[in-house]
């Protein structure tokens, strides 16, 4: 499974940007896919999540302003109010297990190489 992420950037605070992935390689879809960031020197942490059937959970920090969509095989993270705080790589991933609430096999995740999300003015 190869997992394609763009649409990062640089916007200003308060601005929006949509991050998209894009799940290909494999004939059986991946059961979840999210959104992970991480700073320099801190943990990758689980921005939003989203099962096949459409349940979604979000970090708190991203409660009210991130949306995250699924259509087929891509995934949508729809970011708004941005703070400088936001300012992170953005990494796509995707499981086979249920959810991301459950337990899981981390070492059977996929990912795919992170992309630039700078808020700054």
């Known amino acids: 499974v190869q997992l394609q992420a763009s649409g990062g950037g640089l916007v200003q605070p308060g601005g929006s940007l949509r991050l998209s992935c894009v799940s290909s390689?494999?004939?059986?879809?991946?059961?979840?896919m999210g959104w992970y960031r991480q700073v320099p020197g801190e943990q990758r942490e689980l921005v939003a999540g989203?099962?096949?059937?459409?349940a979604a959970n979000y970090a708190d920090s991203a409660k009210g302003r991130f949306t995250i969509s699924r259509r087929k095989n891509t995934v949508y993270l729809q970011m708004s109010s941005l703070k400088p705080e936001d300012t992170a790589v953005y990494y796509c991933?995707?499981?086979?297990?249920?959810?991301?609430?459950?337990?899981?096999?981390?070492?059977?995740?996929?990912w795919g190489k992170g992309t630039q999300v700078t808020v700054s003015s």
């Open positions: 989203i099962a096949r059937g459409g």
């Open positions: 390689g494999s004939i059986f879809s991946l059961n979840a």
């Open positions: 991933n995707g499981h086979y297990a249920n959810d991301y609430l459950g337990p899981r096999n981390y070492a059977m995740d996929y």
